[in-house]
């Protein structure tokens, strides 16, 4: 049976503001991308997610981002790559400490945003973040874009890297993300998201925005917590990928031989 993991950015709110339904999307998904505080989250959002993770058996993955708490780090920031290595140490730091706290650990590491994004290509950045990892724990996964240079620099570095796609996000022909400022970059139609993530999970490949096939393979599927309708999407996603035979289970799971969630 084929297996897939899903992921969701979650946590992603600072004080009295909310923008995901952390504990609904955590009965759906298998690993949870929590915000690091840099973009959004704050102690007392990350200590609560962690502990609801834990309790439910989903893996916890620190989301890092440009300290960008302002433009929830959609903001290209030219940041000197010891500084940036610093910034992302201590946000896997910080969130480990809360992750221990409720009984489990950081299992992998996943660029937010911008970051994402600009570490597709930048270079500089991308050796930036990798050091940071390794510092860390280089037993750690990444998360990236098949092809960046962010998941080739994790690889020659030791790291692990892990293939994702994006459940609503629109794709270019060269396999990058649509941007965001680019009409069509999102998908709202929950039918052409669960029937994207089925081909995704089943045949390894995602339609681009001009038509043409993009090759993909993904051992995760991220689901956007801050959609309108991410919960109800979910879990027909979810459904679909069962229906299809093809197992919900986390990356970091599936590599040690464990059961799926």
Not at 8 to 29: Q, R, S
Not at 177 to 189: K, N, T
Not at 202 to 218: M, N, R
Request: hydrophobic residues 45%; charged residues 20%; contains cysteine.
């Amino acid at each position: 049976m084929t297996g897939v993991d899903l992921n969701a950015d979650l946590g992603e709110g600072f004080g009295i503001w909310h923008l995901t339904e952390d504990d609904a999307l955590l009965e759906i998904v298998s690993s949870a991308n929590v915000a690091c505080g840099f973009h959004a989250g704050d102690p007392s959002v990350l200590r609560r997610v962690t502990a609801s993770a834990a309790a439910r058996g989903v893996t916890v993955g620190a989301q890092v981002a440009y300290r960008d708490l302002a433009g929830f780090g959609r903001r290209f920031m030219d940041v000197p790559p010891d500084e940036l290595a610093n910034d992302v140490l201590y946000q896997i730091g910080a969130l480990d400490a809360f992750a221990k706290a409720a009984g489990t650990r950081v299992a992998y590491v996943k660029p937010h945003g911008a970051l994402y994004n600009a570490i597709v290509h930048h270079a500089e950045q991308a050796a930036a973040v990798v050091e940071a990892v390794r510092m860390f724990d280089p037993s750690l996964p990444v998360l990236g874009l098949p092809g960046s240079e962010w998941l080739r620099q994790a690889e020659k570095a030791g790291l692990r890297p892990v293939r994702e796609a994006f459940a609503d996000r629109a794709y270019t022909p060269s396999g990058t993300l649509v941007s965001r400022r680019e009409p069509g970059a999102v998908i709202h139609d929950a039918d052409e998201v669960v029937r994207r993530c089925v081909r995704m999970a089943t045949e390894g490949v995602i339609t681009a925005i001009d038509g043409s096939e993009v090759k993909v393979e993904p051992e995760s599927i991220c689901l956007h917590g801050d959609t309108p309708g991410a919960v109800e999407i979910g879990r027909q996603v979810r459904a679909a990928l069962l229906n299809a035979g093809v197992e919900v289970r986390s990356f970091t799971s599936a590599a040690a031989g464990a059961s799926p969630r």
